[in-house]
Every structure is written in C-alpha cells, then in structure tokens.
C-alpha cells in the first residue's frame, strides 16, 4: 500500500468517525468514557490526525453498530473492484 493510498483511508475514517459519532449526538468525552480511552485519542481520530489500532477499529465498529468497511468508506461491491 501506498502512503497516499494509507493517508486517503486515513482521511475517510476521520470523516466517516465524525459523521457517526455528530448524528448521535455524541461528545468526544463520551465517546472515549464508552470506549475506555482518553478524550484526546478520540480527538485525534476525530481530526484525521491519529489512526486507531486494528483492536481499537473493531470497538468502533462495534460501538458505532458499523462494519470496518463501512468505517473506511467502503460501503459498496464497486469499491472492492
């Protein structure tokens, strides 16, 4: 994988973590207290600025109901191809 390539999927996951975690109207602070970290991490993934571990995406997924596909953006069969 590309740097870029890394960098895009990065980007698409602080954008899809923001967007899930504003519909439910859910603060950075609440989101860390659910998840058992500190606020700052989930600022960081918030931003783009910080990536999860594989072990942390799997407790975002879990706690947001999403898949790690739909976590990244990839949400149909032509983003496979």
């Known amino acids: ?12 996951f602080a954008k899809q973590f923001h ?6 109207e859910l603060s950075i602070y609440r989101v ?3 998840l058992g ?3 700052r991490q989930i600022s960081l993934y918030d931003t783009g600025q910080g990536t999860p571990s594989l072990a942390m ?7 947001f109901g999403v898949t ?3 976590l990244v953006g990839r949400n ?3 983003d496979e191809a």
């Open 37 to 39: 970290t500190d606020r």
């Open 19 to 24: 967007a899930l975690r504003t519909e439910r």
């Open 57 to 63: 995406l799997v407790e975002i997924s879990e706690y």
């Open 76 to 78: 149909s069969k032509k």
């Open 32 to 34: 860390a207290k659910d």
């Open 68 to 70: 790690l596909d739909e």
């Open 1 to 12: 994988m590309t740097k870029d390539r890394a960098r895009a999927i990065q980007v698409e």
